[in-house]
């Protein structure tokens, strides 16, 4: 029998429950650019079929949305139930930023409603965007706000800590700390990248189905081309914030690339494992590479895992995730390239089952890298909640019966899970894009 241990189970819950909540997130934080950005082709270009790619990811979207609101909800619950310490030691800062997340989503849900019900009420389509456009900024704001607070607990500031207690609170210090910029940037251009790549995932699968309608065939350049954007963009971000990590988080830099001993000329560790002695095994080594990611020159130093207290160390398997994020992140970037390049040349066949196969496997992928860029951000932060004042130990619920809540919790994603995909199959196949497409009278437009 396992020995019951409240902290334990406090932090398998918050991860079960972030872990869920960050798929219905991401989505609602990228999702409501890729429909702005089909409408405003369909106008800019007088083609109704981006018109309806808007229209049908709009539809699926409000589902998604529906099932955000109750995972975003449980970990509101959560924070106070499993982690009361800590809410008692921060709630005061973190309370405007986590009320300003809560206005900027019903902000974006007000609007979303008008949206949806206001197609074809407009004689002026451009009217019907200027709608959507709300729907984009609260849901990235959503993402903005509620990145601050994981922000804060990285490099807390805007309080002065006296009898174990904040005081004087400063809230938009502490809501723009040195890790905002970013945290934040990398979040948005993640969740832009990762939804562009599941949209472009659907519509890759859909021509390997053999439906060869031009409809299709614009879904997925649209969504390419993006990914392509937010791909770069996204790894030029990650550059800059192993750049912040090596200078306010070195300890958790260095545990995500094994580095132990304070050097110059640090080479980058791709994969292996360690042995007890910490000596690194069948692991690929890029020469000068941590340098240049940690301070931009290929002979800066690198601070070592040996400068600080062992007990202050994240766990060192964060590597890993570390590895797996930055691999699928490669891998979105060099499918959505390939595919740009083969539509810039006649003889090349974008639409080869190869690309779009790989195209598919690209929006489960990018999912992932969400997850596990998730996870090495957290596990990195090991072992405070609030670096340098609280442990996540300290933070945590000491109650009975956290192992109940996790199995009920449990229960409710499962359900929550099931629940969406029925709905969402059910929604588009009862009223396939083609039937659309036939009902508009688009299926003669090629």
Known sequence: MFEYDAVLYSRILTYLTLGFHAIFATIGVGIPVMIALAEWMGI?????????????????????????????????????????????????VIGLPLFLETFAFFFEAIFLGIYLYTWDRFKTPIRHFLLVIPVVIGASASGFFISTVNAFMNTPQGFIFEDGALTNIQPLAAMFNPATPTKIAH??????????????????????????HVYYKKALKLTMVAALIFAISTALIGDLSGKFLAKYQPEKLAAA????????EAPLVIGGFLTEDNEIKYALEIPYALSILAHGSPTAEVIGLEEFPEEEL???WVHYFFDLMVMFGIYLMIVSLIY?????????????RPLLWAIVAGGPFAMLAIEFGWLFAEQGRQPWILVGYMT?????????????????????????????????RKMFRNHTAEEEIKERGLDKLQ
């Open 314 to 316: 994240p766990p060192l």
């Open 257 to 264: 690339e094994w580095h132990f001993e304070t050097t110059t």
């Open 392 to 424: 996540t130990a300290e933070g945590a619920t000491t109650s009975a019966h956290v192992d109940i809540m996790l199995y009920l919790f449990l229960a409710l994603y499962t359900v929550l899970a099931v629940t969406c995909i029925v709905i969402l």
């Open 187 to 212: 979040v948005l251009s993640s969740a832009y990248l990762t939804s562009a790549f599941i949209l472009a995932a659907i519509a890759a699968f859909a021509i390997l189905k053999g439906r060869k």
């Open 340 to 352: 740009v390049i083969f539509t810039r040349f006649k003889k090349w066949n974008e639409h080869a």
């Open 44 to 92: 800019k270009r007088n083609d109704p079929h981006y018109l309806l790619l808007a229209r049908r990811w709009a539809r699926g979207f409000v589902i998604t949305v529906a099932i955000g609101v109750v995972t975003g909800t449980a970990i509101g619950l959560q924070l106070s139930l499993l982690w009361p310490s800590f809410m008692q030691l921060a709630g005061n």
